[in-house]
């Protein structure tokens, strides 16, 4: 069984699509956790609502206590996570109608613990621009450290090979990046699925301001996080900004 967790904050206008892309999976043997982080948008009657007109038992509804971010929102879910597989996806992205069953199919016939896939980049009504990220078959540590194409709607990890508690993402600003980093500086490998299996829905508004906050996340994860010196954070910035850029264009 895969567990899916999914963080859930001003998302109203997005989360019933995203539900009807995982009710619509091929691969149907699924738990799905839908963490509310105490919305401002109306998210969180509209969320109940739906899923109560739904009454699925695979699909349940979590209430955190406090606005607390999508790190705590994704730890609660781990935590509830009885399935061998864990899958993340955020509340405004989309799989396509195989991505489960290709991605298990995937995980198990390479044996390994930690899997992610190519994706998509969507407009706001999440419409394929046609703009497809490739994968590489494999990253490491140090070569995730150059490369951030590991997105987070896209991965799974097999949970008898990576203990729960290692699955919990830091506290901190890009923490799933910091998460994939923490897994794989264990000795893990991520094996790339090249595939496009999942829809990442941009805003057709991207602020410079936005650019400005992910390259500050970016360098104080190298910085701050990993520890690294600054000539050699400053070498995988460089190589982390040219992919960055070419991914979006």
Partial sequence: MVSIV???YNAREYIKETIDSVLSQTYQDFEWFLVEDCSSDGTTAYLQELLEKLGDSRLHYVQQPSNRGAAEAR???????????????????????????????FIEEKDVAFVFTGYEFGDEQARGTGHIVKVPEKLTYTQALKNTTIFTSTVMFDTEKIAKKDLAMPKIKSEDTALWWKILKQGYMAYGLNENL????????SLSSN???AIRRIWNLYRKQENL?????????????????????
Avoid: H, M
Wanted: charge should be positive; glycine fraction near 4%.
């Fill in 229 to 249: 010196g600054f000539l050699y954070s400053a070498w995988n910035f460089c190589f982390w900004a040219v992919r960055a850029v070419f991914r979006r264009i």
């Fill in 75 to 105: 730890n609660r879910g781990v935590e509830l996570a009885s399935g061998r597989y864990l899958a993340f996806l955020d509340a405004d992205d989309l799989w396509l109608p195989n991505k489960l069953e290709r991605q298990v199919k």
């Fill in 6 to 8: 999914t963080p859930v």
């Fill in 211 to 213: 650019k400005l906050e």
């Fill in 198 to 205: 999942t829809i990442y829905r941009r805003p057709a508004k």
